[in-house]
């Protein structure tokens, strides 16, 4: 998927390099300007991990990271461990043992509407859809989960290519 974004741009890149034509002798007429006004500006700083477009950032990991094994095998498709809890501001590295191409990812139905974004920014930009990581294939690979700034609750997740395998688990932040 990314080769082909790449490819689009690359392409887009060329066509604009080309494009154009003849260009007129710049015209060297002299125009007054005007400078007796002034400009005040103001800069504005944002805070870490908040935004000024309302979109939530990714929050930092502020507690323990739990190891999660996504593993496929004679045995079936499964989360190692799939239920768990952890505390608010901890980590989850989901890693690939076996059995891939796995990702993680949450239906948005289960998930409270006031978590929605945050969790959704916590993935990580190596997502391919809202609060669903990009499919990892090789074992060593990994997709970690920030749970800063969520509130206790249960999140269920998944695996999606695994799910009619019953590949999910839920977490519950304390």
């Given at each position: 998927m990314r080769f082909y974004?790449?490819?689009?741009?690359?392409?887009?890149?060329?066509?604009?390099?080309?494009?154009?034509?003849?260009?007129?002798?710049?015209?060297?007429?002299?125009?007054?300007?005007?400078?007796?006004?002034?400009t005040n500006t103001t800069t504005t700083t944002t805070p870490a991990g908040s935004s000024t477009s309302g979109a939530a950032t990714l929050a930092p990991v502020t507690?323990?990271?739990?190891?999660?094994?996504m593993v496929g095998d004679a045995k079936g498709y499964r989360f190692e461990p799939a239920n768990?809890?952890?505390?608010?501001?901890d980590a989850v590295k989901f890693v690939v043992v076996s059995g891939g191409p796995h990702n993680v990812a949450f239906d948005p139905a289960t998930i409270p509407a006031d978590?929605?974004?945050?969790?959704?920014?916590?993935?990580?930009?190596?997502?391919?859809?809202?609060?669903?990581?990009?499919m990892k294939m090789n074992p060593g690979e990994s997709i970690t989960v920030s749970f800063g700034n969520i509130k206790?609750?249960?999140?269920?997740?998944?695996?999606?290519?695994?799910?009619?395998l019953n590949m999910k688990g839920v977490i519950t932040v304390q």
């Open positions: 974004g790449f490819a689009v741009a690359v392409g887009v890149l060329s066509l604009g390099a080309c494009a154009g034509g003849e260009q007129k002798p710049a015209d060297t007429t002299h125009v007054a300007v005007d400078t007796s006004t002034t507690g323990a990271t739990k190891t999660v094994n768990f809890t952890i505390k608010q501001g978590v929605k974004g945050q969790l959704d920014a916590n993935m990580g930009t190596d997502k391919m859809g809202e609060l669903s990581s990009n206790p609750g249960q999140y269920p997740y998944h695996c999606t290519p695994h799910l009619a």
